[in-house]
């Protein structure tokens, strides 16, 4: 009976040796797998509450990229119009300075006169010039700062067909013909001109001061994301590898555990194998009695 009872025994702690086996084996391996990846949650049976609020993480930080990405964009192309508007703003203060000079009548002869219209027109066939090639990823950087937008007046002019007067809207684009009419109306179309570019890179100053301020939040929010991304998902490797380590050694004492229940078993049973022989051995014996 105590042979029976032994070999019962060891043939347990044989089995629950290989359950625990196969626990430090799944350990081993998930040690590896995350020293490996570089990430403790590899599944969602990791940590399922974990996944979840990764995903969520994941989404912000999407969404901040993506926000980051448009603003920089806008940054772009607001620079590149505040450069065109720049190059305006110095050919309209020019224009201004013409309308000035050209309001002097009685200081200049006919042919200056003449020689500041010209020049006029120059500065005005400049402005529509940029105005038609200045683009930014093929769209206009300058929608509606042609001559024949910025501006307006309206002055008194002869009706040609009716020789009526009338009020007549008249452009930067008109400027130069106003000179010899109208030098006043001209001067306040340079002044108007002048002011609307003026207003317009200002704006844009505002706006891109706007941006940099949200973008510096955006950046802050985003390293915020990551963090906590990192404290969920990034593994811990000091921690890893003593996990790893310390479920190799559990591993290698269990198979030596094993190995050693292993023994006791065949050497119980070779002791009831030799039991066996010996009753074996002695049945004829008691048959001829």
Do not use: W
Request: proline letters at 2%; a negative charge.
């Amino acid at each position: 009976m105590p042979i029976y009872g032994t070999s019962s025994l060891s043939l347990s702690n044989i089995s629950f040796g290989i359950s625990k086996l196969g626990q430090h084996q799944a350990d081993i391996n998930q040690s590896l797998e995350r020293l490996s990846t570089g990430k403790q949650i590899n599944r969602a049976s990791d940590d399922p509450s974990g996944l979840i609020a990764s995903n969520k993480l994941h989404a912000s930080k999407l969404s901040i990229d993506r926000r980051l990405t448009a603003f920089e964009r806008e940054t772009s192309f607001l620079g590149a119009q505040e450069g065109a508007l720049s190059v305006l703003s110095d050919l309209v203060i020019k224009l201004d300075a013409v309308t000035v000079e050209a309001a002097n009548t009685g200081a200049l002869t006919q042919q200056e006169q003449d020689l500041t219209i010209d020049e006029a027109q120059s500065i005005i066939t400049a402005i529509n010039h940029i105005y038609n090639t200045s683009t930014y990823q093929d769209n206009t950087l300058l929608t509606g700062f042609s001559a024949s937008d910025i501006g307006s007046v309206f002055v008194e002019q002869t009706n040609a067909e009716t020789g009526e007067l009338e009020l007549v809207e008249n452009s930067l684009a008109d400027l130069p013909d106003l000179l010899s009419t109208n030098p006043e109306a001209a001067q306040d179309l340079a002044k108007q001109a002048v002011a609307t570019i003026a207003g317009r890179r200002g704006a844009i100053g505002n706006r891109i001061n706007a941006i940099e301020s949200e973008t510096n939040a955006l950046l802050s929010e985003l390293t915020n994301t990551e963090d906590a991304l990192s404290l969920i998902e990034d593994a811990d490797y000091a921690k890893e590898t003593a996990n790893l380590v310390r479920a190799q050694i559990l591993e290698q004492a269990t198979i030596q555990t094993m190995l050693t229940q292993q023994k006791q078993v065949e050497s119980m049973l070779g002791l009831l194998t030799q039991s066996t022989s010996a009753i074996s051995a002695t049945a004829p014996i008691s048959n001829k009695l």
